[in-house]
């Protein structure tokens, strides 16, 4: 697509096209929902957006008579949050529609988003919800100089933006920080824009498109970030080019037959999310998109980066580790998916697809021969220094190949389709996907018979099940079972509900959950946690996502006014649990369930001696080590619903 093609117009059959998809997932309730899903925010959110973006009413979107629109107006529990981000996105969405942000269904959210402003300019605690902030004071018309100022402030010396302040630049961020300094006012020309656009451009990847960060694949939601970013820097997107291929024609390559879009090239993961993101992307619509809205005019130019151009991540190429004794008989073993593979050779090269397989690997001193790890597999130390090849669901394929791996481990979060498309390239896979403490022994076993280590898992798993013996045997003999609350994050608030793994740790160690009603992890409000007053709070540490040494999640429900009333605060029994140990099936599970023992039943494990003590290489212990999300492998939706 060369640049006179952009931005799309509205008819166009591209946006046609993806708009009757649209059609399709819409719900009963008037919000939308992916395939095989209820309904929900994030994904109405972005396509009420695409909507107004393409021109036409979400009020004569109906189904059975019930709008796009009655969804938000006539709110249910899914709505009822006080997320900070989420109430700026509300307030874009109602000025959107034509409604008035101070009487939406009954409740004034520009007043309750304006409440959420810092004297310093900020929103809520981060970047992410500060430039939803500005997004939503400028779709109302209100004065942003003040959240702009600050906004600026927190721009890296590389030119970029990360999700919170001094974290890491990445492209989504800084795309988002990019389109809100704009609409805040900030002039096209200014340094902070110039240097914003120089971080996109060097960030880049070669097959045109961007990424969210670190070594993971390209795909249609940042890349889209990005199109709406350069679109309303007054650049044309369809000139920047990365070895001759451009972003929009990678954004428009990822479109299927049926009018969606692609997550990457090789996953089709939210396509209604997807599809909506692009649409707005094509039509050259940044944020806030309000409606009779323009197009901005763009020039012909490239953005000129004022930064050194960053050098490519190299995939290091790994030795092989040597063979471990004599002639190798094939092995067959069924995954978690119920797939037979045979294992022909010794893997003497492998590759882990999430953080728990990597930390399995070298539990079974199986370290020497990992050639490849994600992003997030921060543990043992020795596993930071491997070759990266991706994150979760963007699995960056090339490295994987690249890497010529004898086996690879995956795992749930990494898509069925990415692990089809690895086998279907000759590469054998191995996917697990444990769902329980039980299921994480199994998958050490598991892992043991494909390496030829089945002597060192049967060990490892021994000594797991002798210490969950003991902390069982302990709690047997306590008096109660406190209500225990698990909090992943709280702006707005997570926990963790039933058949969750920190649900069945929760039960191990003695207690019962305090939201036994709520299903896997949800947003709950804050007026829930008051009705339940959990007698013990579980909280993540760090920001719950990785990294950042002070431990915000403990601070808020320490801090928070209103929970002070709580049984758990008023008797000091607000604890924090390592985020990696607590979010990930493997062999430190255990010093998960002795951590959470100890802070349910402090009478029980009161003492250092009477708490089994953390063994070897294989088992670190708790407290060591700062924040990654395990959860799902996918925290950056819990915090950004993008």
């Not at 008096?479 to 740790?505: C, K």
């Not at 949800?522 to 709070?537: G, M, R, Y």
């Not at 990785?546 to 605060?569: C, H, M, S, T, W």
Request: aromatic share 8%.
């Amino acid at each position: 697509m060369s640049g006179a093609a952009y931005p799309l117009d509205a008819e166009d059959d591209t946006i046609q096209h993806s708009l009757e998809y649209l059609k399709t997932c819409q719900q009963p309730d008037g919000g939308f929902a992916e395939p095989g899903r209820e309904t929900n925010p994030g994904t109405s959110w972005f396509t009420m957006m695409a909507i107004v973006a393409a021109g036409q009413d979400p009020h004569t979107w109906t189904v059975n008579g019930t709008s796009a629109v009655d969804y938000w107006a006539h709110p249910g529990e899914d709505l009822k949050t006080e997320g900070t981000a989420e109430l700026g996105r509300m307030v874009t969405l109602i000025t959107a529609v034509g409604g008035d942000p101070h009487d939406f269904g009954g409740e004034d959210y520009l007043a309750d988003l304006k409440a959420r402003m810092k004297p310093t300019g900020q929103f809520g605690d981060f970047v992410y919800t500060s430039y939803w902030g500005i997004f939503g004071l400028a779709a109302a018309g209100e004065d942003t100089a003040k959240p702009l100022a600050w906004l600026k402030e927190q721009q890296n010396e590389d030119g970029g933006f990360g999700w919170m302040p001094g974290a890491e630049s990445d492209c989504d961020d800084t795309a988002a920080s990019l389109m809100a300094m704009i609409a805040a006012g900030e002039p096209r020309d200014s340094p902070p824009v110039k240097k914003a656009l120089g971080y996109l451009k060097n960030a880049q990847m070669d097959d045109g498109g961007f990424n969210y960060g670190g070594s993971s694949s390209s795909n249609a939601a940042s890349a889209a970030w990005a199109v709406q970013a350069i679109a309303a820097a007054g650049q044309n997107p369809s000139t920047w080019v990365k070895d001759n291929k451009n972003v929009v024609t990678y954004l428009t390559y990822l479109q299927q037959s049926d009018g969606s879009f692609k997550w990457t090239a090789q996953v089709t993961d939210n396509p209604c999310r997807m599809t909506a993101a692009a649409i707005q992307a094509l039509l050259g619509r940044p944020y806030p998109i309000l409606p009779g809205q323009s197009a901005p005019a763009l020039s012909g130019q490239t953005a000129e980066a004022e930064n050194t151009p960053a050098a490519a991540t190299p995939v290091v190429a790994a030795t092989s580790a040597p063979a471990t004794g004599g002639p190798w008989e094939p092995v067959t073993v069924t995954d978690d998916f119920g797939e037979k593979v045979t294992i022909t050779k010794e893997p003497l090269r492998i590759v882990s697809l999430s953080p728990a397989n990597t930390e399995i690997l070298f539990a079974l001193d199986l370290g020497d021969r990992v050639v490849g790890v994600t992003d997030f597999c921060n543990y043992p130390e020795e596993a930071t220094e491997k070759p990266k090849v991706g994150g979760f669901s963007t699995v960056n394929i090339e490295r994987v190949v690249a890497a010529k791996p004898d086996l690879i481990f995956a795992a749930l979060g990494n898509t069925e389709e990415v692990v089809d498309h690895l086998r279907k390239l000759g590469l054998t896979v191995v996917s697990l996907n444990p769902d329980s403490v039980q299921g994480t022994l199994k998958d050490i076993k598991l892992v043991g018979k494909a390496t030829g280590k089945e002597a060192e898992a049967e060990t490892l798993v021994t000594s797991m099940q002798t210490r969950i013996d003991a902390v069982e045997t302990k709690v047997a003999g306590a008096t109660e079972r406190p209500t225990v609350m698990h909090a992943v994050w709280y702006d707005p608030i997570w926990v963790s509900g039933n058949g969750t793994f920190q649900d069945e740790l929760i039960e191990i160690a003695g207690g019962e959950n305090a939201f036994p009603d709520v299903e896997g992890w949800q947003i709950i409000t804050l007026e829930k946690v008051l009705t339940n007053d959990p007698e013990v709070i579980l909280v993540n540490s760090g920001t719950g996502m990785g990294g950042a040494e002070n431990d915000l999640i403990y601070r808020y429900f320490a801090e928070e006014p209103r929970f002070q009333k709580l049984q758990a605060v008023k008797e000091d029994r607000l604890s924090i649990v390592p985020s990696d140990i607590i979010d990930r099936g493997g062999p430190r599970i255990v010093d998960a369930i002795e951590a959470v023992a100890a802070d349910i039943h402090p009478e029980l494990f009161g003492t250092e001696e009477e708490t089994s003590a953390p063994s070897g290489a294989q088992s670190p212990g708790f407290g060591l080590l700062p924040a990654i999300a395990g959860l799902l492998g996918a925290c950056l939706l819990l915090r950004r619903a993008r």
